[in-house]
């Protein structure tokens, strides 16, 4: 498990994804208080997401 502060975290989002991907689970922070999560999705999700599935998902 590994913490990382927001301003890192937005750096540097691809190599932290990337250890999200791998199994590693990632806290953010804010002023050293937690405050998220990235973890991998615990159900199976589809690989491809449609336009319009994203497009709904931003409007929530």
């Known amino acids: 498990m590994k913490a990382v502060g927001i301003k890192n975290l937005k750096d540097n989002l691809s190599k932290y994804l990337q250890l999200v991907q791998s199994g590693e689970v990632i806290w953010i922070t804010d002023r050293d208080r937690v405050i998220a ?24």
């Not at 991998?40 to 929530?60: A, D, G, Y």
């Open 37 to 60: 999560e990235i973890l991998k999705p615990t159900i199976p999700v589809p690989n491809r997401i449609s336009r319009w599935e994203s497009f709904l998902n931003v409007q929530e």
